[in-house]
């Protein structure tokens, strides 16, 4: 149980566009879902959290116009990288949790790749 | 604040060797432990966790202990293989917060 589902995977595209990257929680409801950004061999980076049906909250430092959050429901969550440049590339990773008792799980991550 | 200090990688192993990796921790308060495995390519899967002092966490043969004495929660495998390489996180969430601090991570190597 606690399938936490992120898409896509793996993402190469050309400086300007912008990128949505969906995590799902497929067998639980998820309250509170994370996004996370880790540059290699470093560790993971908090970037925001987020609440179904409230405004994310951002890390500081963490551009909320160009990390665009939105989590719709209790299973799905969004970032979108609007305008996407080389120094966005990295590996991003959603996690999701019932509740603040319960252990965060995560999905397999997207490598965003500008080029 | 809180944080988390892991042992600096990689470590490098023969299949069938001992295994520690060391975590210490700073946190207020009585904070939940966890290791986290990170297979190449993917996300982070939780490994254990442990909630109180004296609690040991255990999962696939690896196991750590939540030392409040020595603020410690090393992991440990009796005899590790070739599929356990991967990076290990060690992490931990105190007070009222469902974030977790993080490592920086450790990397495993296990040669043939």
């Known amino acids: 149980g606690a399938v936490v589902s992120q898409h896509p995977s793996w993402v190469i595209c050309k400086s300007g566009t912008s990128v949505k990257i969906e995590c799902r929680s497929l067998?639980?409801?998820?309250?509170?879902m994370f996004w996370y950004r880790q540059f290699p061999k470093q560790s993971l980076m908090l970037m925001a959290t987020?609440?179904?049906?409230?405004?994310?909250?951002?890390e500081q430092g963490v551009e909320k116009d160009k990390f665009l959050i939105n989590h719709a429901s209790l299973t799905l969550s969004t970032l979108t990288v609007t305008s996407a440049h080389p120094e966005d590339s990295s590996f991003y990773i959603c996690?999701?949790?019932?509740?603040?008792?319960?252990?965060?799980?995560f999905g397999d991550g997207t490598r965003l790749s500008i080029l | 604040g809180d944080s988390v200090t892991q042992m600096e990688g990689p470590v490098t192993l023969s299949e069938e060797a001992f295994l520690t990796i060391n975590c210490t921790y700073t946190?207020?308060?009585?904070?939940?432990l966890f290791w986290y495995v990170q297979y190449p390519g993917e996300g982070l899967q939780l490994l254990l966790k442990?909630?109180?002092?004296?609690d040991k966490g255990s999962n696939k043969g690896f196991e750590a202990t939540y030392r409040k004495e020595t603020t410690s929660f090393h992991l440990e495998k009796g005899s590790v293989q070739v599929s356990d390489s991967a990076v290990y996180f060690c992490?931990?969430?105190?007070?009222?917060?469902?974030?977790?601090?993080f490592g920086r991570g450790t990397s495993l190597i296990v040669h043939p």
């Open positions: 067998d639980f409801q998820a309250t509170t």
């Open positions: 992490a931990l969430i105190s007070g009222g917060s469902y974030i977790p601090t």
């Open positions: 946190a207020t308060g009585y904070p939940s």
């Open positions: 987020s609440n179904e049906g409230s405004k994310a909250t951002y």
């Open positions: 996690s999701a949790t019932v509740d603040s008792n319960q252990p965060q799980h």
């Open positions: 442990a909630t109180k002092a004296d």
